[in-house]
């Protein structure tokens, strides 16, 4: 049973707030894992295999050995009782390949890796990975999921020859009845391609292994260390208290690494070999060849609706690219997609069926959204072609199918209960801040004149604040600790990982304001298994969300027992807590937080039936997900001799709840924006027909740079969710959702005056050329 | 095979002997331990390892440690004078110009650079000056807010 | 991200910079920004790198009987920022401006970007149009030769063993002369997809000179001689550009990879020469 809610003083909480955290990153202060040093420590480089699939016939590691400097090489013959690297998500009838951390005689993704040479210092490290020969047999490899469904296609594993992992079939009302009964139904294939998520810091690990305690300390860069200190201790076949696990100072993540990796276990076991600690740090080549990516989703979808536009139904044919295994939750994620089908409609006739396809690249896992993304810009697709088709107004066709903030909570087809909704508001403000009426004049006017303008809108609803614990793999709840200490200064420990997200002081904010005191009275730690309790961590927007809340109750907690020291000290029943102080309400006597905290430590008396110190730990499992949804309207000018894309207006208006800062939310949007901008004109992860990764650099690989984004007006409405006290969202995902869609609408709605229906993703200037001379793209 | 140098980093002096190979940036992050500054490609695209040398910014991932040999390198690290932040540090903060914070310090050198070769940058201005530093996190909005805002501080 | 092990010299003199290079073993550090990074990947593994950077003079740009010499030291900035150049020889600074980044432009040099003759580098469509020479020195030899015999394939100069570029000559502009670059960006390396530098003389109302050089779109930049006979001698009509700039692609071999098909590519280079002239025909006087 949560605590009763107390006071409520908000002064922080809504507050733009400069982060607590960005002193140390804007000085060069801060600790990444890179910036690591420990005496002893000795440094590892990877070999991979250059082929997407090969036997290997022999590896000679004789020369690399002998190279002054290298301690050690290690094998797959070394390594193969380490692990399994780890599946978290279930399926029925899911097939599971063995993942060794290294490969033991076969090659089933370029990069996969084969050898690590352990050196003394990383440049030779690094001479010694260029001298282990391995003998490569090169077998026939498939990276198009579409091609490895096909019969004859190579086998990525042999012993299931049709490269099928699982199939999984949802099904929601009466589709059946659904489409005999339509008016209309429209098709069509649908593909979000492949991508790199690109956090600017590369994955890393050291490991340092004490013998006499048998204790190792595995610092990584993970969004998830208390999740991965439970699978390592699993994977090394160490006893879970003699492992801690540590992520530092974290550069970027964005589901990357949600994840439990081959080499975090390796380092593991490097460093319990050697007896030193071992650092490795990922190059970017190594993070495209062999950090997941995200997406990779072939899509054929069929939509159902009457003559006047109401929706009655949806289906879905899904092939996912998985890629050669199943990291942490490969088969999970478009699952995830399955689930948010609905979009923010009320039609509840949905089936859907996956095929999980294994293709010789890297496995793909979640990349921010994770299934979400792709669901929405099929669903927002969907309802473009369908509006094209009755040549309704996209906005009219969309508000006459919206769910009503008076169904709320609304049961989906999916199974799901969206919590909280007014899918008008965030619409209407955007279409207001867009002058629609306006846009569409002008649009009228460009035509005449033979300019190629589109004005593309795009509503979102997503699944955040991962999640009821039911609903996950690991546990779906957040932990936060609060401490005082005897001089009345508060540390809050939380079990969510954040890595650029702000927590510290967004948690602050809310500290501050339960407890009264200022924020540079509030430090906010995380991210080491040995010093707060158990947690799940940063992903699915769900840091504040999930953890926001648990720190919320454990506030609670704590002010009772500050309350009753107060009402000890203060000699009296009728105490209240207020602005840091308890005050006695007959008297007007008070003590400030840190009397209080001090007495509790001094211990000289005690409340009745209460323990010393001032410290409350709260788990909180969330009663459901929230919901946040928006709308984003985009204005995109096309040129017609290159089919360059030019982005005039980006509108986005999101709903997140009840926003904590407004600074970071906004950070939040900017960011999510652009990653889904870079997706939907410039990213894709590139594979030719041996399984080669020809993105497999920056040089090749376009993450936007500064001069590729447009200014994005971001904007906001608040409807508070009643899953959590604080009434919060979760808003780390919603850029990235809202933007594909609006985007390739505004740009398939410029194209419309030639008959486009729709484009695939990226869309590269070629593309849209190819497109205008009446090509296929 | 080594080479000997001397490099004044952030106006201390520092005499190594190194591999004519090792990169400028594990020089200043390995061998001293200035770690501020990032590695995040080795394509010199992504500027998060951006310094100065003799005032100019440069990628320190593709420069060897023998060629600022004599030279004066400022890292992130030496541009806050006694604790007071310099101009574009504090406007990064205000405007909340960074999440991650792995390309900050990088993002930093490269808009002081800017501003001083081009006081009052416009949006674009600003954008095309930053174009060799990349940033996953921000959508680089707040970043032209900060380089804006520390232009107007630093012109009055 | 680490090269192999190497030697690495840094001469104080050109006379020493050019016996360290007679031995014909040595590879020339410039700028290092196409080199590092090929030997951080270990494509380029080179036994011996000769540092140009402190020898003195290999930098600057002056101006001499009516050519500019730039020195092969001289950086991407410096050209781009270089008053005599804005004012003397504005294409060539224009170009400069474009290469990737400032970080790059304050490192990379001329000298180093012409001799890694990459396909798809900025400066060569400028010099092209210009009709730039290079200056090539040796233990005894001192050769001027035109960028055409320079630039032989793709990644591959006319430069003999221990040759290496002293300088690069291009003519002072002379007034009233039109000039643009125009450059379709690959969006992750920031090279170019193809890259037109036009010069446009008028006179009589008539172009009296034209001058086009194209980068990025076959093996090797060139200068598309068949665009300027087309269009000298017409008014430089919005017809005139169309009809000369659909020619510039001509018996090119087009490159096709990941970032743009031969077709395209062969397509936005007439594209962008007929933005690139139109753009130099009205800043003709």
């Not at chain 1, 939750?329 to 399955?338: E, K």
């Not at chain 1, 991962?466 to 009345?488: M, R, Y």
């Not at chain 1, 840091?543 to 454990?554: F, N």
């Amino acid at each position: 049973m949560a605590p009763t809610i107390i006071t409520k003083t908000e002064k922080l909480v809504g507050q733009r707030i400069r982060r607590k955290e960005d002193p140390r990153l804007i000085t060069g202060t801060a600790t990444y894992v890179d910036d690591i040093q420990m005496q002893g420590m000795h440094h590892a480089c990877i070999v991979r295999s250059p082929y997407a699939a090969a036997k290997i016939a022999g590896i000679d590691t004789k020369a690399a050995s002998a190279l002054p400097g290298v301690v050690a090489v290690f094998t797959g013959a070394d390594t193969k009782d380490v692990g399994p690297v780890p599946c978290g998500a279930s399926l029925p009838g899911l097939r599971v390949p063995y993942h060794h951390i290294l490969a033991v005689d076969r090659t089933y993704f370029a990069g996969h890796p084969v050898a690590v040479v352990v050196a003394t210092d990383r440049y030779i490290a690094r001479d010694g990975a260029e001298l282990v020969e391995v003998d490569y047999d090169p077998l026939p490899a498939v990276a198009d999921p579409e091609k490895a469904l096909e019969a004859g296609a190579p086998a990525v594993h042999p012993e299931w020859a049709d490269n099928i992992a699982f199939n999984f079939h949802q099904e929601g009302g009466d589709t059946a009845k659904a489409f005999a009964e339509a008016e209309v139904v429209v098709k069509q294939r649908i593909t979000s391609q492949r991508l790199i998520p690109t956090a600017m810091e590369t994955r890393g690990v050291v490991a340092d292994y004490n013998t006499g305690d048998e204790a190792l300390t595995v610092y990584s860069s993970t969004q998830i260390p208390h999740l991965l200190r439970t699978l390592l201790a699993q994977m090394l076949g160490l006893p879970e208290h003699h492992l801690r696990v540590v992520a530092p100072e974290v550069g970027g993540g964005f589901g990357s690494k949600l994840n439990v990796y081959a080499e975090e276990a390796l380092m593991g076991f490097v460093a319990m070999r050697i007896g030193k600690p071992v650092k490795w740090i990922e190059s970017r080549r190594e993070n495209y060849l062999c950090t997941i990516h995200g997406r990779g989703h072939v899509d054929y979808y069929e939509m159902a609706a009457r003559k006047d536009g109401t929706i009655l139904g949806l289906r879905l044919k899904l092939i996912q690219d998985l890629g050669a295994y199943h990291q942490l939750l490969t088969p999970a994620i478009p699952t995830l997609s399955v689930l948010m089908m609905p979009g923010l409609y009320r039609f509840k006739n949905i089936q859907a069926d996956i095929v999980g396809v294994f293709t010789n690249c890297v496995p793909t896992d979640a990349y921010r959204g994770a299934g979400r993304p792709e669901a929405t810009h099929g669903i927002e697709r969907m309802v473009d072609i369908l509006a094209a088709e009755l040549k309704m107004d996209p906005v009219e066709i969309r508000m006459k199918n919206f769910i009503q903030p008076e169904e709320f909570p609304f049961a989906t087809a999916t199974g799901l209960i969206y919590d909280s909704g007014n899918y008008d508001a965030p619409l209407k403000k955007a279409l207001e801040l867009a002058d629609y009426p306006g846009l569409r004049r002008r649009q009228a006017e460009a035509r005449k004149q033979g300019k190629l303008m589109g004005v593309g809108v795009s509503t979102y609803g997503e699944i955040c604040a991962f999640g009821p614990s039911p609903a996950t793999p690991a546990g779906g709840w957040e932990c936060a600790t609060v401490k005082i200490d005897p001089s009345g200064k508060v540390t809050v420990g939380t079990g969510a990982s954040p890595h650029g997200q702000g927590e510290e002081t967004t948690f602050a904010q809310i500290a501050a304001d339960e407890l009264g005191v200022g924020m540079d009275d509030v430090v906010v730690v995380h991210g080491d298994t040995a010093v707060v309790p158990y947690g799940i961590g940063t992903f699915g927007s769900r840091g504040t969300a999930v953890g926001g809340p648990a720190l919320y109750y454990a506030l609670q907690k704590l002010k009772e027992k500050i309350k009753k020291f107060g009402a000890m000290l203060l000699e009296s029943e009728d105490v209240t807590f207020v602005e840091g102080r308890c005050v006695c309400n007959r008297s007007g006597k008070s003590v400030s937080l840190a009397e209080v905290a001090g007495a509790s430590y001094r211990a000289m008396k005690l409340p009745p039936g209460e323990d010393p110190g001032m410290q409350a730990t709260y788990f909180w499992e969330p009663p459901n997900f929230t919901f946040p949804f928006g709308a984003h309207i985009v204005v995109t000018e096309v040129d017609a001799d290159t089919g360059k894309i030019a982005v005039s207006r980006y509108i986005a208006v999101d709903d997140c709840g009840k926003i904590i800062n407004p600074l970071l939310v906004d950070g939040q949007v900017h960011g999510g924006v652009a990653q889904g901008l870079g997706q939907a004109l410039f990213e894709q992860a590139v594979y030719d027909e041996n399984g080669q990764l020809l993105t497999g650099e920056l040089m090749d690989y376009a993450i936007p740079k500064a001069t590729m984004m447009p200014w994005v007006e971001s904007h906001h409405t608040e409807t508070p969710s009643p899953v959590n006290p604080l009434g919060v969202k979760g808003v780390g995902e919603a850029g990235t959702i809202g933007c594909t869609p609006a985007v390739v609408n505004s740009v398939v709605d410029a194209l419309s005056v030639l008959g486009v229906r729709h484009i695939d993703m990226p869309m590269t200037p070629e593309k849209i050329w190819t497109l205008l001379q009446g090509g296929q793209a | 095979m080594t080479k000997s140098i001397c490099v004044t980093i952030n106006g201390s002096s520092y005499a190594n002997e190194v591999e004519p190979r090792l990169l400028l940036i594990h020089y200043l992050r390995d061998v001293l331990g200035l770690t501020g500054s990032h590695i995040g490609c080795e394509t010199t695209l992504c500027g998060a390892c951006t310094v100065e040398v003799d005032g100019k910014a440069v990628k320190s991932c593709t420069m060897f440690a023998v060629q600022a040999d004599g030279k004066h390198v400022l890292t992130i690290e030496g541009l806050a004078n006694h604790g007071t932040l310099h101009p574009v540090q504090e406007a990064f903060w205000n405007e909340h110009g960074l999440q991650c914070g792995f390309c900050t310090p990088g993002m930093i050198l490269a808009s002081k650079q800017l501003l001083e070769r081009n006081p009052n940058p416009s949006e674009g201005e600003i954008r095309h000056g930053i174009e060799g530093n990349l940033c996953r996190c921000t959508g680089y909005q707040h970043i032209v807010n900060a380089v804006k805002s520390a232009a107007a501080k630093m012109g009055v | 991200m680490i090269a192999q092990n190497f030697e690495y010299s840094s001469p104080a003199s050109l006379e020493e910079a050019l016996q360290m290079m007679a031995g014909g073993d040595a590879k020339i550090l410039a700028g290092g920004m196409s080199l590092i990074p090929l030997m951080k990947l270990r494509l380029a593994t080179p036994g011996h790198l000769v540092d140009l950077s402190r020898v003195p003079a290999l930098d600057g740009v002056t101006e001499e009987k009516g050519n500019i010499r730039v020195g092969a030291m001289t950086t991407h900035f410096q050209v781009e920022s270089s008053a005599l150049l804005r004012a003397r020889c504005p294409l060539l600074a224009a170009a400069a401006s474009h290469i990737g980044d400032m970080q790059v432009r304050n490192m990379g040099t001329i000298g180093g970007s012409l001799a890694h003759a990459d396909p798809a580098a900025d400066y060569p469509a400028a010099l092209f149009a210009l009709e730039a020479r290079v200056r090539l020195l040796r233990v005894g030899s001192d050769r001027t030769i035109a960028l055409s015999d320079f630039l032989v394939d793709t990644f591959t100069t006319v430069a003999e063993a221990g040759e290496m570029i002293r300088e690069v000559i291009v003519p002072v502009e002379e007034a009233g002369t039109g000039v643009s670059y125009q450059k379709l960006v690959q969006p992750a390396s920031g090279f170019a997809i193809v890259g037109i530098a036009a010069r446009i003389r008028k006179s009589g109302g008539k172009i009296s000179m034209a001058r086009v050089g194209v980068t990025g779109l076959g093996p090797m930049p060139y200068r598309a001689v068949g665009v300027e006979k087309m269009l000298e001698g017409t008014a430089g009509t919005a017809d005139d550009i169309r009809k000369a700039a659909s020619v510039v692609a001509d018996g090119v071999d087009a490159n096709t990879d990941i970032h743009a098909s031969a077709a395209y590519r062969a397509r936005m280079a007439a594209v962008y020469a007929g933005r690139a002239i139109q753009a130099a025909v009205s800043r003709a006087a």
